[in-house]
């Protein structure tokens, strides 16, 4: 199968041709670890995810790399403003190590809850701090020094910002002024630390006493890891700007070559909100625990996620979200009863065309809708039940559902805002089946609307029996 993957350099769709036969290296930029992840977050580690998932599926050995950045990351995302990192450690009371650990353990929980594949690594910036300073001398003849620190001087690269092709436009118009620079888009390389002011994190360097810039520390990370040059470099739309422009840009000047360090780069497009809780910025923000707070199972986001190409733009709504999580919750059930024939009259030795059909579309660009159509059609169609359940867990292995394992049963969350538990619940619905017994109807009808006011919905004939009615913020 020929794997079709669409590369933001080019501006085309490339035959991905590893640079070690056989094996596939990959980087994806990770979280700044201030606060928690946003769902727009969450979608860029969703598309790695899925992006890796594919690569296996081709034949290819992963070397995925994720990094968590606990340092250096600044408000304006490119080199003015405060580090985000300090500036939550104050604001919280908290040691800046304290931070670090708190939200990537939460962002590593929320990776969990999508079925997220861990990396065969989570770089960790503090831990290559004098990698970053060795990297810094080699490319310093690049750069100059003012009172900020040591910035690189995008003028000594050819043609720089042609990842981006809006230098003037949406990249320039994002850059706050620095005093001393020599370019609008020249980036900091080492930002030292002000007079008299000490970090929580800071450390000696030829250019003195500060912290690396944030475009250095993903350079540095990806080489040491990964090799220079390596395959694929993976991230949010938001990063085609300037951050992997400026990686680019080090890059080429460490090497003395025009390679952009990796060979394909690939973007996911923004998650959009219209009611403008998307950033974090505003102190209201979606997060994962937001939408399960609200009686939504994680894997409904990965199912809303997964009905859209990575390229487009996802419009996230809470009448979106709860379609996505009809449509999950009819998958697992036919996937179910499929599982309990499967285990009367196993077989599973054909290959059923949805399967390549399947594989045919993720490896077209990561066509996922396409693949989770055929997944539908397998698992409702006809046939044996034995091929057909197979075919699912093999196009599942790519989707990340969990449909080999997950019950309808798993998906019933509850709202945070329920005043019921679930053994009061089951209490209730005894009670109404012995009013039904006994031809208590008006009863019965009054337990049923006494658990609808409470959000619970009633499903007679159904075999789960009740689920949370999910009211819609």
Partial sequence: MTLKLYNSLTRQTEVFTPIHPGEARVYTCGPTVYNYQHIGNMRAFLFADTLGRVLKWNGYDLTHIINITDVGHLTSDADAGEDKMEKAAIAQGASIWDIAAHYTHAFKRDVRRLNITDPAEWTVATDYVPQMIEFAKRIEKDCYQIDGGLYFDVSKVPNYGSLARATTEDGESRIDPVSGKRNPQDFAIWRASPPGEQRQMEWD????????????????????????????????????????????????????????????????????????????????????????????????????????????????????????????????????????????????????????????????????????????????????????????????????????????????????????????????LVERREARAAKDFARSDAIRDELAAAGVEVMDGDPLGWDWKVVLP
């Fill in 205 to 428: 360097s030829p250019w003195g006493k500060g912290a690396p810039g944030w475009h250095l520390e993903c350079s540095v990370m990806s080489h040491a890891k990964l090799g220079h040059p390596f395959d694929i470099h993976t991230g949010g739309i938001d990063h085609r700007e300037i951050h992997h422009p400026n990686e680019i840009a080090q890059n080429q000047a460490y090497c003395g070559c025009a390679d952009p360090g990796a060979r394909i780069w690939m973007h996911n497009n923004f998650l959009i909100d219209r009611g403008g809780k998307m950033s974090k910025s505003t102190g209201q923000f979606l997060t994962l625990q937001v939408l399960v707070d609200a009686g939504f199972h994680p894997l409904a986001y990965r199912m809303l996620c997964l009905q859209a190409h990575y390229r487009s733009e996802l419009e996230f709504s809470w009448d979106n979200l709860a379609a996505a999580s009809t449509r999950l919750k009819r998958l697992v059930q036919t996937v179910e009863k499929l599982r309990e024939r499967f285990d009367a009259e196993p077989r599973g030795t054909l290959e059923t065309p949805e399967v390549e059909e399947a594989k045919a579309a993720v490896s077209d660009d990561l066509n996922t809708a396409r693949a989770l159509v055929l997944l539908e059609s397998v698992a409702g169609g006809k046939g044996h039940a034995g091929d057909r359940y197979i075919a699912v867990r093999k196009i599942d292995r790519v989707l990340g559902l969990r449909l080999a394992m997950i019950t309808r049963d798993e998906l019933r969350v509850r709202p945070a805002h329920a005043t019921l538990d679930e053994q009061a619940i089951e209490t209730r």
